[in-house]
């Protein structure tokens, strides 16, 4: 009896937390590489619209950014209410837009310079008026392939 | 003299310290949606000798300011699109020279000749919403998609795999250079099928 008694006895061991620097610094590792440090900060609302038939986007260094959507509340007493184009960090015009395409291509190295994309990051209220105005001032400069950056999801999510 | 070992760090602060980076990448991190529709801009000179199109081979999608649609001079909902789209690009009402083997549409002589001929003509007003833009777009893309899914299984049904996920293949960097080699003449013989032939008119002025 006696032998079974001992066993029995004794709390519970406290669990050891050991190893739990080496589970967070795991999770640490994890969001460290797989960060994508954002090279601009918004100054517009930037609900991206829902699309399913997407195709993923290009290399990074191969891709320019060109913002556009209503000021955010922090900008809208200066900028106003209208749609604006974000390049960068600053709020431009359409004409700018050429001048933007230019000088991101000519930063970027020889073989890549002929494979850029332009990628739309528009507000989803926009109206097309200013995506249209953009999009002639990329012929302009014959920046010709673009993407429509959209979220994945269904259609219908766009017409509420 | 007395031997004094050398105290043990204390390494109970670790985690706390490990906690705070991690709460900091977490904060900062943004998963990038990197991912939308790509499309190519008509390029700036003019054509001097624009092609004669037959009326039967333009399939013609409006969007108002409204954000109503109006396809071949008919009111239609967003959801009836697709279909519909499919159903003139699949039509091949063609005859002789522009006669299509594989369609299976209905073959309406009032419809388009070919795939290779038609072309949908995507015209919108300036006040147009931007997100039913891309509906709109998201729809018409979908229509090419589903076509060339079908005849992609139907001529290469060894690879088991549908157009959408053979092209999201190709264009991704882990993919092997030869089997990127296998499958570039597989999707170029089905977009030669189904061309994309998306035209977009310059907008309208709202008057």
Redesign the interface.
Known sequence: MSKFKKKKGGELPAIS?AS??DI??M??FF??V?????DSTLMVANT??????????D??DR?MYIYAGKPSDRYQEKFGTQAKIQLNDKFATVQDVGAFVLAERASKRQELQNVL?T?LK????????L??DI??E???V???????????GD??Q??K | MAKRSAPEVNAGSMADIAFLLLIFFLVTTTIETDSGLNRKLPPMEDVVDPPVIKQRNIFTVVVNKNNDLLVEEEPMEISELRAAAVAFLDNGGGKGADACDFCQGARDTSSSDNPDKAVISLKNDRETDYKVYIAVQNELVAAYNDLRNREFKRLYPSAGLSFVDADSKYSDPRTSSSEKEALKPKLDAIKKLFPQKLSEAEPSKTN
Do not use: C, H, W
């Open positions: 937390t739990l620097p967070v610094f999770l640490l969001f460290m797989a960060t994508v440090m954002r991206l619209p829902a699309a399913d038939q997407v195709q993923k986007l290399k990074k891709v994309t990628a528009v507000d989803g209220e926009t109206n097309m008026g995506i249209s999009k002639q990329l012929r302009k014959n920046a010709l392939k673009i993407n429509y950056t959209t979220r994945s259609y219908t766009n017409l």
